[in-house]
């Protein structure tokens, strides 16, 4: 079963402008992952924050992790007309068997 | 990084047919594959694991005998729906994990549309 909610559903957001995801999952984690994906396309990995992490960075993106309210959260700054696709965040549980579970995603449309 | 291919891109088939997915680690040896299903505007819903050599793992609710996943070689994971339904269009997306369990490579989906 989906075990975790995103939130918003859908931003729309000025280029330039920030766009903030939440995430929340349900179980114990060893790791969260952020993908995002574009219209009819396969996903594509972002960024991985391990369970004894708190916050990470790559590029313009920024991950947080919260585990004790089991919550995490993505920042894009600085949006391009290109970031415009689906973000998913992703929990694999706490067996390490690469089988993630997907949140229900947020769609961005960033406007030039 | 690593890469995945995943075959055909988009499928139009009439009902009572079957269809085969193929999905191929290129350059890495998969013993683990996960079939992914999407709806439109919905997020992705596993559907089975693919394991190397071995019988697939499905989920609550998924149907091995319409869905049937064999996993033969090191590289290669094949998803056979059988006697295709209109019900069963939908996206289907295949994953591999790299030797650390961690982070999944995905195919870029297949498009299966059944009239």
């Known amino acids: 079963s989906q075990q975790g909610e995103e939130d918003p559903q859908a931003l729309s957001i000025q280029e330039g402008e920030n766009a903030t995801m939440n995430c929340s999952y349900k179980?114990?984690?060893?790791?969260l992952q952020w993908y995002r994906q574009n219209s009819g396309r396969g996903l594509v990995h972002l960024i991985l924050i391990r369970s004894n992490e708190r916050e990470k960075h790559s590029g313009r993106l920024r991950v947080t992790l919260d585990t004790s309210k089991k919550s995490s959260s993505l920042l894009i700054t600085a949006s391009r007309a290109a970031d415009t696709a689906s973000y998913f965040c992703a929990t694999d549980g706490s067996g390490n068997t690469g089988k993630l579970i997907f949140g229900q995603g947020t769609t961005l449309q960033v406007k030039p | 990084g690593a890469v995945v291919s995943q075959h055909p891109s988009w499928v139009i088939c009439k009902s009572g047919t079957s269809v085969k997915i193929e999905c191929r680690s290129l350059?890495?040896?998969?013993?683990?594959m996960f079939w992914y299903r999407q709806f439109p505007k919905q997020s992705l819903m596993l559907m089975a694991t693919s394991n190397e050599g071995s019988k697939a793992t499905y989920e609550q609710g998924v149907e091995k005998d319409k869905f049937l996943i064999n996993h033969a070689s090191l590289t290669l994971s094949t998803l056979t729906v059988t006697s295709a339904h209109p019900e069963d269009s939908s996206f289907y997306i295949c994953?591999?994990?790299?030797?650390?369990?961690?982070?999944?490579?995905f195919g870029s989906g297949t498009q299966l549309s059944v009239l």
């Open positions: 179980t114990s984690i060893n790791n």
């Open positions: 994953s591999a994990v790299t030797g650390a369990n961690e982070k999944l490579f």
């Open positions: 350059d890495f040896q998969a013993t683990t």
